[in-house]
């Protein structure tokens, strides 16, 4: 019986992990939309979530700010 509650406690801990890094994701996706406007393009190549289980570290690969004039 303990070890199914402790089972249980791992899954929910898991998946609230993966669901905060999947809002995390968005969220920051949704904020870099936001600041770009015509002078200024933010691009890049990919954002990765990582640091399971204790917190959460976002990177971004290849960033690159155009300033247009």
Do not use: C
Not at 10 to 30: M, Q
Not at 51 to 68: C, D, H, I, Q, R
């Amino acid at each position: 019986m303990i070890r199914k509650i402790l089972l249980l406690i791992s899954l929910v801990v898991i998946v609230l992990w993966f669901a905060g890094a999947h809002f995390i994701k968005g969220r920051l996706i949704s904020a870099i939309t936001e600041l770009s406007s015509d002078n200024v393009k933010i691009s890049y190549q990919e954002i990765a979530v990582s640091g399971f289980p204790l917190a959460w570290e976002v990177e971004f690969l290849s960033p690159k700010v155009t300033v247009v004039d």
